[in-house]
């Protein structure tokens, strides 16, 4: 079992920037892939950015030049720095964690709510 604690959603304006966390207990941490979604008011849940164990990285393209995505294998964290943030990004972000050679995540997070308001 893995458990994931996302912390960091705040509401902040457009063009501002936050930095969410998500601590991983439970098990090898360096050996999962770690994701972040997202799920906006309305729209289905989609995936921001990714970082696998060895520490390759994707993003969505909406985020793709503003979001930063990256790992603290010493301290089981994950990070999402998000700048220039826009109303579009007002969601609840999941952090993730696939196992080995899994399609989907295997274990989520409850959730942060980001809020981007003028």
């Known amino acids: 079992q893995v458990q994931l604690v996302e912390f960091g959603g705040d509401s902040v304006q457009p063009g501002g920037s936050l930095t969410l966390s998500c601590a991983a207990s439970?098990?090898?941490?360096?050996?999962?892939?770690m994701r972040w979604y997202r799920q906006g008011p309305g729209k289905e849940r989609e995936l921001v950015a990714e970082?696998?164990?060895?520490?390759?990285?994707n993003y969505e393209d909406s985020v793709r030049d503003r979001f930063t995505i990256s790992r603290d294998n010493n301290k089981d964290l994950v990070h999402l720095q998000m700048t220039s943030l826009k109303h579009e990004d007002t969601a609840v972000y999941y952090c993730?964690?696939?196992?080995?050679?899994?399609?989907?995540?295997?274990?989520w997070g409850q959730g942060t709510q980001v809020t981007v308001s003028s």
């Open positions: 993730a964690a696939v196992v080995g050679t899994m399609k989907v995540p295997t274990f």
């Open positions: 439970g098990r090898l941490f360096r050996l999962l892939h």
């Open positions: 970082i696998t164990s060895d520490n390759q990285i």
